[in-house]
């Protein structure tokens, strides 16, 4: 009986600091992941501004493309309806501050 008791509170032991180590890995993996999420929205956000930057050297370049004096110039359809989506953007922001 008392041989069984001991091999009760040996396992019983055991048990807890495995209990104690997984909670304890647990919490660390948890900071991990918590550190990761932020890192992976930091650099989507840059990937949003990296993004923005692209479309606006994009437009310097058809602009820059228009003013060579070409005639076929590809983008120059493109760059008239995103002049005219700026245009509407400020029309809207005048509205908004007119009311």
Do not use: F
């Not at 359809?77 to 700026?86: C, G, P, R, S, V």
């Amino acid at each position: 009986m008392q041989e069984q008791l001991q091999n009760i509170k040996g396992n019983l032991d055991r048990l807890l600091r495995n209990y104690h180590a997984l909670r304890n890995e647990n919490e660390i993996l948890k900071s991990q992941l918590e550190a990761q999420r932020k890192t992976t929205i930091d650099k989507n956000n840059k990937i949003g501004e990296l993004e923005k930057q692209i479309a606006l050297i994009k437009t310097v370049q058809t602009i820059a493309e228009g003013t060579t004096g070409e005639e076929s110039n590809p983008g120059k359809a493109e760059m008239k309806k995103k002049i005219n989506e700026l245009i509407k953007e400020v029309d809207n922001c005048i509205a908004l501050l007119n009311d």
